[in-house]
């Protein structure tokens, strides 16, 4: 390390009340726990892999089920109910309303989908 390096990292670690020696040594764990994991931190990763893996299928049958209704729909006879905790509700059945609900719903679900293939794919039991 440079010694313009060790000035910033000293800087940067004092201004968020770490000493350099727990730095270290906190990074020497997480690298020693990833080469040598025990049987009980990799039990808990595939626990924590697990719901991931649940909410990427909730979040891709969201999806098929968002596609089914593009799909099926006619431009006439389509409605959006939104009811929120109170029970209160608001309908709207204009054709160019829901078209324009149903595409920013869609565009954020892909959003979520895809963050959530990220993680799936870049997690390490």
Same mark, same amino acid.
């Given at each position: ?18 000493? !350099? ?10 690298? +020693? ?28 049958? !969201? ?13 006439? !006879?389509? !409605?959006?109910?939104?009811? %929120? ?8 059945? %204009?054709? %160019? ?16 989908? +895809? ?6 794919? %870049?997690?390490?039991?």
């Amino acid at each position: 390390m440079k010694t313009v390096e060790k000035a910033s990292y000293s800087k940067q670690h004092e201004k968020n009340g770490a000493p !350099k020696a727990a730095v270290i040594t906190k990074a020497s764990l997480k690298i +020693d726990d990833v080469l040598n994991p025990t049987a009980e931190s990799r039990l808990k990763r595939l626990d924590n892999f697990q719901i991931l893996a649940e909410r990427h299928k909730f979040l891709t049958s !969201k999806n098929d089920e968002l596609q089914k209704f593009i799909v099926s729909s006619d431009g006439t !006879k389509e !409605k959006i109910i939104l009811k %929120n905790a109170q029970g209160f509700e608001l309908e709207v059945s %204009n054709s %160019n309303v829901v078209d324009k609900v149903v595409q920013v719903v869609k565009e954020e679900l892909q959003k979520i989908t +895809d963050a959530s293939e990220t993680e799936v794919l %870049n997690f390490h039991i």
